[in-house]
């Protein structure tokens, strides 16, 4: 009986053993036909994807800003006999939010009637102060400030059929308190858009 146990579990070890020769050489021939077979986790229980990892441990590096360009200014676009050249439509008052959608306003009526819009911007905002002398005396004491503010809306190439009904469309909904005006743009004009710095070109005409 003993014999027989003996011979059973040498009989069951080989074939153990053939089998697992037969399993490792059928991998093997798997892996060389599909390579990427090679790289998977045997131990899905035991996730070991975070490991090594740093790169999320350090701060994030700021992107680098980059330098603005001085503003250029645009050459100027002439007048022909049907169109006009650069235009500037300027809108200004002191309530900002009038000043604001009205200038909103003619951008818009602009692309509806498919006129170019070049340019449209604020200029810096301007403070005027009321002064009021006293009934006896020759002093002044400041009796209000008036802030007025400004935008312009450029428009190109627009059509001398087409500018008298665009001038009247702007004047019909005009709000109270804002004025609105309509000129030829020069150089002037594109100067005024930035703040005047007399310290700066103090020193700059010291050094040239």
Same mark, same amino acid.
């Given at each position: ?44 229980? #035991?996730? %070991?994807? !975070? ?28 007048? %022909?006999?049907?169109?006009? !050249? ?9 309530? #900002? ?39 006896? !005396? %020759? ?70």
């Amino acid at each position: 009986m003993n014999n027989l146990v003996t011979k059973l579990q040498f009989a069951f070890g080989q074939n153990s053993r053939v089998l697992d020769q037969a399993g490792s050489i059928f991998w093997t021939a798997i892996v060389k036909q599909h390579p990427f077979l090679a790289n998977l986790r045997q131990y899905r229980s #035991m996730p %070991t994807h !975070g490991i090594g990892r740093y790169k999320y441990l350090l701060p994030k590096e700021q992107p680098k800003k980059k330098k603005k360009e001085r503003l250029q200014m645009k050459p100027i676009k002439a007048a %022909t006999e049907t169109q006009y !050249g650069d235009l500037n439509v300027k809108v200004f008052g002191h309530d #900002m939010t009038l000043v604001e959608h009205y200038s909103q306003y003619i951008h818009n009526l602009c692309n509806r009637l498919k006129v170019k819009v070049a340019e449209s911007y604020a200029l810096p905002t301007k403070t005027t102060e009321i002064m009021i002398m006293q009934e006896k !005396g %020759t002093k002044m004491y400041l009796d209000a400030v008036l802030k007025t503010h400004e935008r312009v809306v450029q428009i190109t190439g627009l059509n001398a059929t087409v500018c008298p009904v665009f001038i009247e469309v702007l004047l019909q909904n005009q709000p109270e308190g804002v004025d609105i005006s309509i000129k030829e743009h020069t150089e002037a004009d594109f100067t005024s858009r930035f703040k005047a710095r007399p310290e700066l070109e103090e020193l700059l005409a010291k050094t040239s």
